[in-house]
Nanobody, 123 residues
C-alpha cells in the first residue's frame, strides 16, 4: 500500500512558477514509477509527467515539455513537479500517482492516487 499526499498548489499569475510535491508513505517508494496527472473542470484527467523508479527516465506531455520538470528524492519518499512559464491552460487539479510497471501515459495503469492539489493560473 502506498499513500500519496500532494502539496504546493495555489494561485499564480501567468508566466509564474510553482513546485508541487507528493509525499509517499511506505518503505517501497523507490520501487514505484511516479506520475503527475491533471484534471481541469469538465475535462478528463490527463497525463502530465512521469519518472522511473531510479529517476533515470522521465516522460512529459507535449503541452508541458520544456516548461515542467519532474524529479524524485527516494531518500525523502517524495516526487516533485517544477512548473515554470505557467499559463491559464495549466489551471487544473494536479494528482500524483504510483504504479510498479505502468504504461506511464495512461490513468488506468496507476494503482495509487493522491487527493490532488489545485493550481490556478490567472491571466
Amino acid at each position: 500500500q502506498v499513500q500519496l499526499v500532494e502539496s504546493g498548489g495555489g494561485l499564480v499569475q501567468a508566466g509564474g512558477s510553482l513546485r508541487l510535491s507528493c509525499a509517499a508513505s511506505g518503505r517501497t517508494f523507490s520501487s514505484y514509477v511516479m506520475g503527475w496527472f491533471r484534471q481541469a473542470p469538465g475535462k478528463e484527467r490527463e497525463f502530465v509527467a512521469a519518472i522511473s523508479w531510479s529517476g533515470g527516465s522521465t516522460y512529459y506531455a507535449d503541452s508541458v515539455k520544456g516548461r515542467f520538470t519532474i524529479s524524485r528524492d527516494n531518500a525523502k519518499n517524495t516526487v516533485y513537479l517544477q512548473m515554470n512559464s505557467l499559463n491559464p491552460e495549466d489551471t487544473a487539479v494536479y494528482y500524483c500517482a504510483a504504479a510498479i510497471n505502468p504504461d506511464v501515459y495512461y490513468v488506468y495503469e496507476y494503482d495509487y492516487w493522491g487527493q490532488g492539489t489545485q493550481v490556478t493560473v490567472s491571466s
